[in-house]
């Protein structure tokens, strides 16, 4: 990539890219190599690494041959099959790869038409290997718009954005549109904020611009807290120029001169990826004092979180972009009225944002086309848990929970009765759990609210038979403990109370009382808190009570876990029957509460008082002779 | 209209009367408050009342880190806003005439108000049986 | 400009700028709270103040907020004694009541909304702090933000620089005085006054040499940042009083003597 390059026009700007789309650049075959956060904890690295080194010994006159280049790629959303190499363009999905696999890759796929059968993903439903890209039905279910671009770029590389068709939006609305158009077109579109809160983004943009001050901001919040979501992660890692282009148009559409983007501080690649992107787009002139000569003047800075799920709130936000602590303060002033340092600021999901490009680019009614009557265009969902396909999942607003679950995310993981679903978990800690008759629900900013749960920023954990539910509760409700800022009364001591009530009930010791007593500090605590944390906290002890009581009452009443997980209301046992008295129970015990002379199994026995339930001894068993009940 | 306390110190017998005036308005449910009034001997038959003398640009008003004393330009009187008050004691110190008071019991700071929200007719006037302290409008 | 608005169907007059909580103690209707300071730019954080909002532009819809940062409007209709925030009262001071048993003032208020005893689980060494927020905000305002509110969560608790003596601190007392539970505890004695750990030496009146009840840090502190001559902060309210009312005497003297001044 030119790193010398500077557009001072927007003529200079579209003869580049003209010369871009001719160039070999442009008709190389690609090797790609997903270089995601979720791929590098995979390996992905030392993959890249064989890769190189097998791309490099390539004999000279074949490699011009074949005209190859490597790409590290951002995030295909695709990570627990994890490191990914894609080979374009015949689209060849290889999973799992290892570096000892590179050199078979090379000889057999790049040097040769080959397709190494053990590295290809099984469709779940055919139960047959799938050899392209585009033929997986996880990848062929979805509607990519905000995601269209991660995983076939290279992040780092200008010129990839530039090939996908990147900026041209930008200069689309430089040349022939004002700020007012800009900001039609995006009130047109219906856009609603993707972060969780879906408020109508046109509104919003609206609210700030008509404010009065000489000074506006805008705030790209890649905060990201959700446990289990990571589709701002791959956005910003994998795509930063489109977060880029779609924050600049808002600056050109809100007159604004400064944006900053929130970084939590556990996406060190994100905030790498933006500001390796910051700083090649200000070297061509694409940001900064003076955009492709239009007289528009717009700058990005980084700011990066402290490690605080409180921090995505944006008043809290806001107040750490400004240096002070991270505690939200009353919404009666809106943000669009004072916001970061008291003047008008409108603040965004990054997923919001890079949608933005889309629109200015498709126009409104591409966008309005799709969804449903409320909730028009696309989103992204980080499909977790108990699913075959884990991953990063872009569908139409108005799919159902059912389609998406069993359609792209492949359906449940493991067979037989445990492996049922039971329940799917949306909207992260702000979120509820919804049963199996609620799978045909629309997956849109309020169905699911009426339901008792949220679409949120995208998060869904599926949840089958071997899943506790009180559990779930009681988990999501130790998150908010650990995370709320402690500022409000309801939310720092009410929901730690009900930490501890729900506690209680997982250990045995709970009465029905406590039901009724968690009902009503779950309705002051939503009513009274000050944030959002807090007044969305009480969701999941709310929709596991709504749809799952029976499993509360089998841990009050029975004192007996369904799910088999609430550990004090487990026992392990060994059946003898099964029992060889390899003793590697007896090893792996670390609290010794396992005896037993060796070879002679019918001599094992698990001392209960001194087990703590681990669960290592079922773990290491090769005879599954242990088990909890 | 602004009201002006004259305090004719050669008229003063020592007889206490304004103090005690000043206690029964300003006490709580008719037991006697802190005066504000303090009437000092300062030689054999000679004494002055002492209380706040409603400074123009008054050393109490300025030394309040929470500025929860001002002067109301309308009545001329100095006032401390009690809800604002943080009982750090400054004013009591700084005032160059002594005649900011401390009321342990409450653990308050109490001032000459004029009476002010007790009928605007200072009561020490009132009871004064030499007219030492008299009251006339500006 | 002033307008008219609606507290429990009483209609009642409001300011640009001013809070709900404001208007509804003028008009006589009481609303309680623990983290309110008129000192202290208002916080919402005991959630205590909480009334029902509702516009007739809002069709119906009504909603929660905090008396002390709602600001008046045009029209506004509000309920301080609706059952939900009822219900929000009873849990908070329950939830306090949990956390401070022993704090007299959330025993009252508590009691008053039907909680004689929390129903909920107490900590190990429960001590009066109620995180409000009041000391630290007072000193921020008034002193030298010698303290702040550290950690997070539960676990948020008042704190001082790495957990040591202050060492901002002028020993003002204002945190102490503004506590509502009396939980910030402080020792006088002679001409020491000991707090937060820390000794502070009482300034003494020139005069008399007797100690004044400002700490000789609080006099240089407000000397500086209250734009005053030290001198007005160094002599005892007893010793200015006795001064002036000699001077005021001699005066009298002379008007006795025929010679006429005004004293105002």
């Known amino acids: 990539m030119d790193t010398h390059l500077r557009y001072d026009s927007v003529e200079a700007f579209r003869s580049h890219v003209a010369s871009l789309f001719e160039s070999p650049e442009a008709k190389k075959r690609r090797v790609l190599v997903c270089c995601g956060t979720g791929c590098m904890a995979g390996g992905a690295k030392q993959v890249v690494e064989a890769m190189h080194e097998q791309l490099q010994a390539i004999d000279p006159a074949k490699k011009a041959e074949l005209n190859l280049v490597m790409k590290r790629t951002g995030c295909h959303g695709f990570c627990e099959k994890g490191p990914l190499v894609v080979l374009m363009p015949q689209g060849l999905f290889y999973k799992n790869v290892k570096p000892k696999d590179v050199e078979a890759i090379v000889q057999e796929s790049i040097l040769g038409d080959g397709v190494i059968e053990r590295l290809l993903y099984v469709e779940p439903s055919t139960g047959k290997p799938v050899h392209k890209y585009g033929d997986i039905e996880f990848y062929a279910k979805q509607t990519r718009v905000a995601m269209r671009n991660i995983g076939l770029i290279d992040p780092a590389n200008l010129d990839d954005y530039l090939l996908r068709g990147g900026y041209a939006a930008l200069v689309k609305a430089l040349t022939t549109m004002t700020p007012e158009d800009v900001m039609k077109e995006v009130a047109d579109s219906k856009l609603r904020g993707r972060g969780g809160g879906g408020f109508d983004a046109g509104r919003k943009w609206r609210s700030c611009k008509s404010a009065p001050g000489d000074e506006r901001f805008l705030i790209c919040n890649g905060d990201e807290g959700d446990p289990g979501a990571f589709m701002d992660r791959s956005i910003m890692e994998g795509d930063p120029h489109g977060v880029l282009e779609g924050m600049i148009l808002g600056g050109f559409a809100l007159e604004c001169k400064q944006g900053y983007i929130y970084v939590r501080q556990e996406y060190p690649l994100a905030v790498e990826n933006l500001q390796r992107a910051l700083r090649d787009a200000r070297a061509r002139g694409l940001l900064g004092d003076n955009i492709l000569g239009s007289g528009f003047s717009f700058d990005i800075e980084v700011a990066r979180g402290g490690g605080a799920f409180v921090c995505g709130e944006s008043s809290a936000l806001m107040r750490s972009v400004e240096g002070k602590v991270g505690e939200p303060r009353a919404k009666y002033v809106h943000a669009t009225d004072k916001g970061l340092w008291d003047k008008p600021t409108v603040l965004n999901n990054v997923e919001t944002w890079v949608c933005v490009p889309r629109i200015i680019e498709h126009g409104s009614a591409w966008f309005t086309a799709m969804g449903t009557e409320r909730s028009k265009g696309t989103k992204a969902f980080a499909l977790t848990g108990r699913v075959k396909n884990t991953g990063l999942v872009e569908v139409e607003m108005g799919t159902s929970l059912r389609d998406i679950i069993f359609g792209a995310g492949g359906g449940m993981l493991s067979d037989g009765p445990r492996g049922k679903f039971k329940a799917v978990q949306t909207g992260g800690p702000s979120g509820g759990c919804l049963p199996e008759d609620m799978l045909d629900l629309a997956v849109d900013f309020d169905t699911l609210t009426k339901a008792g749960s949220m679409m949120g920023s995208g998060g869904m954990i599926v949840m089958d038979h071997s899943t506790c539910m009180v559990d779930v509760a009681r988990y999501f409700l130790s998150f908010l403990v650990d995370e709320s800022c402690g500022k409000c009364v309801p939310c720092r001591e009410g929901l730690f109370q009900m930490m501890h009530i729900v506690s209680r009930i997982c250990e045995g010791k709970g009465t029905l009382e406590d039901l009724d007593r968690i009902e009503d500090l779950a309705t002051a605590v939503e009513l009274g808190s000050l944030c959002a944390l807090g007044k969305s906290g009480p969701n999941p002890v709310r929709s596991t009570l709504r749809y799952f009581r029976h499993e509360y009452e089998a841990h009050i009443l029975e004192k007996k876990c369904p799910a088999g997980v609430c550990k004090a209301l487990i026992t392990y046992g060994i059946d003898h029957d099964k029992c060889d008295g390899c003793g590697a129970c007896l090893r792996a015990c670390a609290s010794s509460a396992i005896s037993g002379t060796i070879k002679k199994g019918e001599t094992f026995q698990i001392d209960l008082l001194q087990c703590d339930r681990c669960g290592a001894c079922e773990t290491v068993c090769k005879r599954g002779a242990i088990s909890a009940s | ?138 | 400009m002033a307008f008219f608005m609606t507290i429990n169907g009483k209609r009642v007059e409001a300011n640009e700028g001013e809070m709900v909580l404001a208007v509804a103690r003028r008009a006589g209707i009481p609303i309680p709270t623990l983290c309110h300071h008129e000192a202290v730019e208002p916080f919402g954080s005991c959630r205590l103040c909480m009334v029902e909002v509702t516009k007739p532009a809002w069709k119906g819809w009504k909603g929660l907020m905090t008396a002390c940062l709602y600001p008046c409007a045009p029209d506004l209709v509000i309920e301080t004694d609706s059952e939900r925030v009822h219900q929000v009262r009873r849990n908070v001071l329950d939830l306090l009541l949990a956390r401070c048993p022993d704090a007299d003032v959330i025993q009252k208020l508590a009691s008053q909304y039907g909680v004689q005893q929390s129903s909920f689980m107490q900590r190990e060494k429960p001590d009066k702090c109620i995180l409000c927020g009041l000391c630290v905000r007072v000193c921020e305002t008034a002193a030298t933000s010698a303290i702040s509110t550290v950690q997070r969560g539960h676990g948020r608790e008042i704190g001082t620089p790495w957990g040591g003596p202050p060492p901002d601190c002028i020993g003002c007392l204002a945190c102490a005085h503004v506590c509502p539970t009396g939980h910030i505890q402080f020792e006088e004695s002679g001409s020491v006054r000991k707090i937060w750990g820390r000794e502070f030496e009482l300034q003494r009146c020139e005069k008399t040499g007797k100690p004044l009840p400002i700490t000789k840090d609080q006099a240089a502190f407000l000397a500086k940042r209250q734009t005053m001559n030290p001198s007005y902060l160094s002599t005892s309210a007893d010793a200015n009083r006795k001064q002036t009312a000699e001077t005021l005497g001699r005066i009298a003297r002379w008007n006795k003597l025929g010679m006429q001044q005004e004293v105002k």
Request: a neutral charge; aromatic letters at 4%; charged letters at 15%.
């Open chain 2, 1 to 138: 209209m602004p009201l002006r306390l004259v305090v004719q110190p050669q008229y003063c017998i020592g007889c206490r009367a304004c103090e005690m005036a000043c206690a029964f308005t300003h006490g709580n449910k008719g037991q006697p408050g802190k005066s504000r009034c303090q009437t000092l001997s300062v030689a054999k038959d000679e004494y002055v009342p002492m209380l706040c003398l409603q400074c123009d640009h008054a050393a109490c008003v300025q030394v309040c880190p929470v500025s929860a004393i001002s002067r109301n330009e309308q009545t001329g009187v100095v006032l401390v806003d009690m809800e604002k008050c943080i009982q750090c004691m400054a004013c009591t110190v700084a005032c160059p005439f002594g005649n900011m008071h401390i009321d342990t019991p409450n653990h308050a700071v109490v001032k000459c108000d004029l009476c002010a929200g007790y009928g605007d007719n200072p009561r020490c006037a009132m009871f004064c049986p030499t007219k030492c302290l008299s009251v006339e409008q500006v």
